[in-house]
């Protein structure tokens, strides 16, 4: 069966530092992937998604950027995070565009 | 342009009782539309979808859905609640225009279970 992992699961950051958040799923080949924030506990903002190693579409112009270095792995990245970047990231998978998504656990940032 | 909406931002229902969880859609086309569940501080589960075929859906955890094509809607619904129901519901409806397919997600609809 197909599992997805992020992690941290939790993350305390400076204003300023860099951000790394990792996503990865087993059990399935070429996935599609996904970066969501959820911000105030409620709706969900698409990020980014990529349909193969490599192939990233940015949704929303932000202090974001994601990366696909192998076919089952998406990172989250920031040179330098803001107090607004804080949120709830989820990372979610497809087995191809518009099938049913699955969620991972996510990660809970908080930028002081 | 594609548009999901969840009226509601709270609903309380006895335990026990039925509940309903109301979503409405906008799309062109055929929708394809999902419910998720999200428990605190936890990942979106994925509860059912209607694609085609039966307009009542069954899901996860007893939970059901009605596509209704003339109100566009697609309600969730389950025969008797559970304090453990609790949660934040999502509906989400596949946009099909742009050709990614990405899902367009409502504001969300928290379920409070009374015991």
């Known amino acids: ?112 | 342009a594609q548009s999901v909406a969840q009226p509601e931002d709270q609903v309380n229902v006895a335990e026990g009782n039925p509940l309903t969880v109301k979503c409405t859609y906008s799309v062109s086309g055929n929708p394809y539309l999902f419910w998720y569940v999200q428990y605190p501080n936890r990942g979106l589960q994925f509860l059912l979808k209607y694609i085609t075929g039966d307009n009542l859906v069954k899901g996860s955890y007893g939970f059901e859905a009605e596509f209704n094509k003339s109100q566009t809607s697609f309600h969730l619904k389950k025969p008797s609640a559970l304090v453990s129901d609790s949660a934040l519901y999502f509906c989400a409806v596949r946009d099909g225009t742009s050709g990614t397919y990405k899902y367009i997600f409502g504001t969300g609809t928290r379920l409070k279970v009374l015991a």
């Open chain 1, 1 to 112: 069966s197909q599992t997805i992992h992020q992690w941290p699961a939790t993350l305390v950051q400076p204003v300023g530092s860099p951000l790394s958040l990792e996503c990865t799923v087993e059990g399935t080949s070429n996935p599609n992937l996904y970066w969501y924030r959820q911000a105030a506990g409620r709706g969900l903002q698409l990020l980014f998604y990529s349909v193969g190693i490599g192939q990233i579409s940015s949704e929303v112009p932000q202090n974001l950027s994601a990366s696909r270095p192998q076919d089952r792995q998406f990172i989250l990245s920031s040179k330098k995070l803001l107090l607004s970047d804080s949120g709830f990231y989820l990372c979610a998978w497809s087995v191809r565009a518009g099938e049913t998504q699955y969620f991972g656990p996510g990660t809970r940032l908080l930028v002081l």
